[in-house]
């Protein structure tokens, strides 16, 4: 089959060879693919087996889509808050925020058809049409729709230069290796072209490679004529009055600009019937003359299609015409240049806006199949105040909240902030919006960073939706913010946020969390090095913002054992000890930590004299309250579950024979290093009577 040897392959992990497999479409380009069971001709089984399900993705514009939502989602929103604070009777006030947004949709709607242009080993024809369809799209809401007031003119000569324009540098380099370049009709076609459009500097470049008249625009002519000039002076004098046509894009900005562009028009007619027989002579310039004049029939003459013939019939025919009066203009250009509309979908388009039917123009948007475009055009439509407020049968919503929420939903993907989606359905105004922003978060990928997540979280607070919903929504991206920082191996964070979203209900996730990351971070200061030193600075920071942490983890042991491994690092063996008694006996220490640090303890007391031992400040009390924990451990109902934690620590594995005898050793090492550290301790206060009165 055509094509097969070129589609793209991927290979799909933790999936066997062979397996049958399920599918689900997700949003935006995103497939669920899944195992399921499937015996012979039986029907596959619609449900993942094992719960495994793995998510494929592709980039379907090679980066640029996601380049063009991102930066259309701040005018998008300006937009939102200038339309809130003018009235809607307040038109003319309107217009100028409707306008610049809708200017920002077109700069970057043309930098994602550059971008895909600009790429010739990666083929992306369709990408490049839509996006072309939609700058020619919004550029034409933005002349018949947003400002219908203004002049026709500049405003389609604006429309048709930057979305069909003609370049005459390559053409007019060809015909200058030519000894007689008026003799080629393409020569003097390209010529009428760029009249029309009112180019007259191009167009007179081109007439200076004329064979009889260059001399004469080199300067070069030098008799002295009386009565009728000779050919090349005349030629270079029409030159001249051609070039003193006023600019298109000042000639209708006022009624005096006007009035200039009538008086050149009537002081080339009378040019022109002062040297008749020169144009009797050349009927290419008679032509000229005529296309200037507006003549309706030169025009459809030298007219490549109804768009050139729209334009030049605005300059020369009706200057002073409005952008909101162009239908009768448009179905007389259609008609001299008929073209068929039915298989082209920028030409219905045209045919909608040009005849002003809003309804229309936005049944072909729709056909488009562009979301951004559908999306952000029926919202300047609608702040416009000429897109009907028509409820859709089948979801009861109107146009324009129906597309931005499709909008929103179909780039619900890993590549677009959650933040973004839900500020477009807020906008919306959809009613009770709660339930879709909840059926799209419980499709989209977690939260890539904590600034994210607590932005959304402040955006959702602000959702005028009812409580019992907006509890489930942040529930839930507190939730899967939660698991993003997990799956990183953050559990610091991943505690603070699995807390806020177990509020008010049971806590058992969050302590089973605060137990891991106690788990990570408290090792034997054998173990410990500097990424782990920084790792438990970075989590006790994080902690530490939040008040009710206290609740499920020792916020002060941790930061006892922070300052214990930073002291350990330092090479500080003295307050490494004083701050490891300390944590030990701190009242917030978790039990099951209890032989780690005792087993810290006691090989710094071995490792150290009798004297420096006293100086640390350790005393007899201290070694005491050790010793006692030493012995609550021992005679725990948990014992077991406390020696298996403690195993695990020291790498003792539970199913060798000997591991029991070995952990028996190490806790009689812990013991017999304590008895050793209070004998010298009691040496050195001359406490043996406080040691009796204690025992008694």
């Known amino acids: 089959m055509d094509g097969v040897e070129d589609a793209p392959t991927f290979v799909l992990g933790g999936v066997r060879p062979g397996a049958a497999l399920g599918m689900s479409w997700g949003p935006g380009n995103r497939i669920a693919i899944y195992g399921t069971k499937y015996h012979g001709h039986q029907e596959k089984d619609k449900h993942p087996r094992n719960g495994n399900i793995r998510i494929a993705s592709w980039d379907r514009s090679i980066g640029v889509r996601r380049k063009l939502i991102s930066e259309s989602y701040g005018p998008f929103l300006a937009l939102q808050i200038a339309m809130r604070q003018i009235p809607q009777t307040e038109l003319r006030y309107r217009t100028r925020p409707l306008v610049t947004a809708c200017h920002h949709y077109r700069t970057f709607a043309r930098e994602v058809s550059s ?37 026709a003119a500049p405003c389609m000569f604006d429309w048709l230069e930057w979305h069909f324009p003609i370049d005459p540098t390559e053409a007019g380099a060809d015909f200058a290796q030519l000894d007689r370049p008026e003799s080629s009709d393409a020569y003097w076609h390209l010529i009428y072209r760029l009249v029309m459009r009112g180019k007259m500097q191009e167009a007179r470049r081109l007439l200076e490679l004329h064979s009889e008249g260059g001399n004469a625009f080199l300067g070069v002519v030098k008799d002295s004529l009386g009565g009728q000039p000779s050919f090349q002076l005349f030629f270079s004098m029409f030159g001249d009055w051609l070039c003193r046509m006023p600019a298109v894009k000042g000639a209708f900005s006022s009624p005096d ?63 002073e015409m409005k952008t909101g009066y162009m239908d009768r203009l448009f179905k007389d250009c259609v008609d001299t240049k008929p073209q068929s509309f039915e298989d082209d979908p920028l030409g219905m388009l045209c045919d909608a806006a040009f005849r002003n039917s809003v309804d229309d123009f936005v049944r072909e948007v729709y056909e488009l199949g562009d979301l951004w475009l559908t999306a952000h055009l029926l919202d300047l439509l609608h702040h416009r105040g000429i897109l009907k407020p028509r409820l859709l049968p089948e979801h009861n919503i109107t146009q324009r909240q129906h597309a931005l929420f499709e909008y929103a939903y179909g780039i619900a993907t890993d590549d677009v902030n959650p933040h973004v989606i839900v500020e477009y359905i807020l906008e919306s105004d959809i009613p009770n919006s709660g339930p879709l922003i909840e059926q799209i978060l419980s499709r989209i990928v977690p939260l890539r960073t904590e600034r994210d997540a607590r932005k959304m979280t402040a955006l959702l607070e602000k959702v005028n939706i009812d409580e019992a919903t907006k509890r489930r929504i942040l529930h839930r991206v507190n939730r899967i913010t939660s698991r993003a920082f997990i799956s990183r191996g953050l559990v610091g964070p991943a505690i603070a946020w699995t807390i806020s979203s177990n509020a008010g209900t049971s806590d058992s996730v969050s302590q089973h969390l605060s137990d891991r990351l106690l788990d990570s971070v408290v090792l034997p200061l054998a173990q410990v090095d500097l990424p782990h030193h920084l790792n438990l600075v970075r989590v006790v920071d994080s902690l530490g913002l939040n008040h009710i942490m206290a609740k499920y983890v020792g916020l002060k042991f941790l930061r006892l054992y922070r300052d214990v491994c930073q002291r350990w690092l330092e090479g500080d063996r003295v307050e490494t000890l004083r701050l490891l008694v300390e944590a030990v006996t701190t009242s917030d220490t978790p039990r099951r930590f209890w032989l780690v640090l005792l087993r810290d303890c006691a090989r710094l007391m071995s490792d150290i004299s009798s004297q420096t031992l006293h100086a640390s400040g350790v005393t007899s009390h201290s070694i005491l309250d050790l010793m006692r924990c030493l012995e609550e451990v021992h005679q725990s109902h948990d014992r077991e579950q406390l020696l298996s934690g403690f195993a695990s620590k020291i790498a003792i594995k539970l199913n060798d024979s000997d591991a029991m005898v070995n952990i028996d050793v190490e806790i009689e090492e812990i013991r017999r290093s304590l008895t050793q550290a209070l004998s010298y301790a009691l040496m050195l206060s001359g406490q043996t009577s406080a040691m009796e009165r204690r025992f008694v």
């Open 115 to 151: 971008s895909i242009r600009d790429k010739p080993d990666d083929p992306q024809s369709l990408a490049l049409i839509s996006a072309q369809t939609a700058e020619i799209a919004l550029h034409l809401a933005e002349i018949i729709f947003l400002t219908p007031l203004v002049p």
């Open 257 to 319: 600009q006007l009035t200039k562009f009538k008086q050149w028009q009537e002081s080339l007619s009378e040019f022109a019937k002062a040297h008749p027989e020169h144009f009797q002579e050349h009927n290419e310039l008679a032509l000229i003359v005529r296309i200037t004049q507006g003549n309706p029939h030169a025009l459809a003459e030298v007219a490549d299609d109804w768009k050139e013939l729209l334009v030049a019939s605005l300059i020369f025919c009706e200057p």
